[in-house]
């Protein structure tokens, strides 16, 4: 009776490890590797965006194209690939646990046609424009890049701020870039649509924000309508007191013609 007792146990004790197993396995991670290519020529993509929309979060290719996006949920999901200049991609993949490897190829728009080289070119102008007049700022200035954006799983680009350090605060009326007599703290949780304000030397502010070099005209209320993935580039000035966020189409259109961005003494409130 002994020994059928033991096997009994050890058979229990199988059958709980491979019930255990199956199902770690089916709510398993696994890590991502791949490659994002010229689908003409299969030069890499360097600076690629990659994205698990389910997760909402991804990861930039490196200078050779290459991207690993770990702790990624086994199972079926949706990927967006964006590049300046190439077709969007979006596409599922049936993710294992055996370290899968992509291989990516973009087709080229008419933009890309003329040269990756061309378009990184422009891109790189209008960073450095973006550069130069943040730094003939009177006041501090905050950079957030793509990568942070690319990564968060805020659900808004306010929730993103108040998550990034930026005091916010719900005004109490609106009167443009002007003081609140009253304000209530937002969340630590974010609460976009209770916070419209920014809270700066004790009083809650409505910060002017530019969208795409536009200014809006609800600010931050504007703003929350956008998710962090969207965005190419946000500058914070004054801790908040003006933003200044930068869509990916907006770079887009840089890519085809620059434009040029108003100096900070004309348009800036402290």
Known sequence: MIGRARIFLLLLFVATQLAAQQSARAEGRTTVRGVVVDALNGDPLPNTMIRLVDDRRGVLADSLGRFVIPNVRIGTQLVAVKQYGYEELDFEVDFEADN????????????????FDVVAD?????KQRMQSRRNAAPVSVRVIDQERLNRSAARDMVDFLN????????CATR???????SFQPASSSGGSSMSSCVLRRGQAVEPTVYIDEARTIWGLDELAMYKPYEMYLVEVYSNGGQVRAYTHNFMERMARRLIALIHVGLWFDR
């Open 100 to 115: 899968p490897s992509l291989r990516i190829e973009l087709e080229p728009g008419p933009v890309a046609l003329q040269g």
């Open 122 to 126: 422009r891109l790189a102008v209008m």
């Open 163 to 170: 998550l990034q350090g930026v005091q916010l605060a719900s």
């Open 175 to 181: 009167r443009g870039p002007q003081a609140a007599t």
